[in-house]
């Protein structure tokens, strides 16, 4: 009989040695690792993160095994990872890797496991590699928000991060050491209990959902249960990857199905380090060129925010829809959202932190008089840059102020890797990004020794300390 995917997918994660990783690949698990925990610090106080704390408490019932980052509180595997998927994606600063945010749902439970089993550096690294290389792989096979189709954009009737689910179920299996044989079972079950892909839902209706486009924390909780239940001696579909009419690709909702993106090359060719991009600016990824070319016109000309007249912008084909075109603002997680409201934040010249999903600024006068002032286009060589590069975010902005115009345009918004042509956050930005992000929460040594211990995580023998000292004083 033939080798099915799962299997193929298993010997993969199984089968996948430290030195199996190319150096690129050990860099950017650990950049991802480093920004990915900065996120989960700085996500307490928004909504998501708050209710994603207590939530977690409650999975724990009183446990005190692995750690919620940047919060006085500790919870079982289940509750912490939980809690943490949720902070990570919370301010939604997180890095950006197709499907499209992958790391809050990969990271939380190999995370707790991890912490609980005092894994090796290298295990995580290892662990984190993985996790994103299949959910970069599985993003490629399927729908994607970013598809275009002989030139043209069409947005399909079904999207969402769900199939993360399987990154996330691999670094859990890989970091207990299961057979190949359990890892396709955890895999083949995962596929069963995926949740739905709302994501569609979601980008057309207003007010905006608080749990946005996939909530990370059921996630977690899946892949989790995906494990656990293989490893405790459930069988799964063996073919659930293999029969495209009644499988995986059918019930996820998928239009598109290309397999052979999984499995060409697997373990000889890595790709998501090619592909990952960091946020420099805590909003939606879509409007950051135009922020890049907002905040370049202000600065080179010293402009003031009081000055501006109109903010004309063209960008990104698929956000003329009513999540990012929004106009009243009634909650923070809108704001993270709308093109016009995160124009107006960046024109005040803010640190780039958590401040500006603050309620004082969200709702600040000056930021929803200017929001106002604001229109959007789609660019018109946006379908044709990125059916051709998929990483171009082609942007233009125009900005009236003093009795004239000025214009600005680029084609890599700042963040994008620069094997994609664009611009790639340096490790220093990666690691002040970190201090901003825990700064008040994370004692200032801690930080500094934190830092240390990520970008060397190869050396680390225990990763449990690391991450037991990123929860903030217990209360």
Known sequence: MQTSIAEQLAHFVSGTDFGDLPEDVILESKRILLDSLGCAIAGGNDTKGRIGIEYGRILGAGQRDATIFGAGHRSSIFGAAFANGELINALDFDAILPPGHVSPYVLPGALAVAEVDGVTGQALVKAIAVAHEMSNRFGKAMDYIRDTVDGKYTMPAVLGYNSTIFGATAA?????????????????????????????????????STIKYTMAGPITQTALTAAHMALLGHRGDP?????????????????RWSPEALTVDLGKSWRFQRENSFKLY??????????????GILDENALNATEIEAIRAWGEGHVDRPCWTVSEINDPVEAQFSTAHGLAVAAQRLPSSKVWQS????????????MRKVSYQIHPDWASSIASDPAARPSRIEVDARGRTFVAELRYPRGTPGTAGGIAMTDQELTDKFRTNADGIIPPHTVEDAISSIMNLESVGDVSELLKSLGASER
């Open 282 to 295: 805590p909003h939606c990824r879509a409007p950051h060129g135009l922020i890049d070319l907002l905040g």
């Open 359 to 370: 309620r004082e600024v969200v709702f600040a006068p000056q930021v929803l008089d200017l």
């Open 172 to 208: 859990i299996m890989q970091l207990r050491e299961a057979s190949p044989d359990m890892t396709a079972h955890a895999l083949s079950i995962a596929a069963s209990i995926t949740p739905v892909n709302s994501h569609r839902s979601w980008i057309e209706h207003t007010p905006v």
């Open 239 to 255: 073919r659930v990857f293999d029969d495209a009419e009644f499988g995986y690709r059918r019930f996820i909702g998928s239009t």
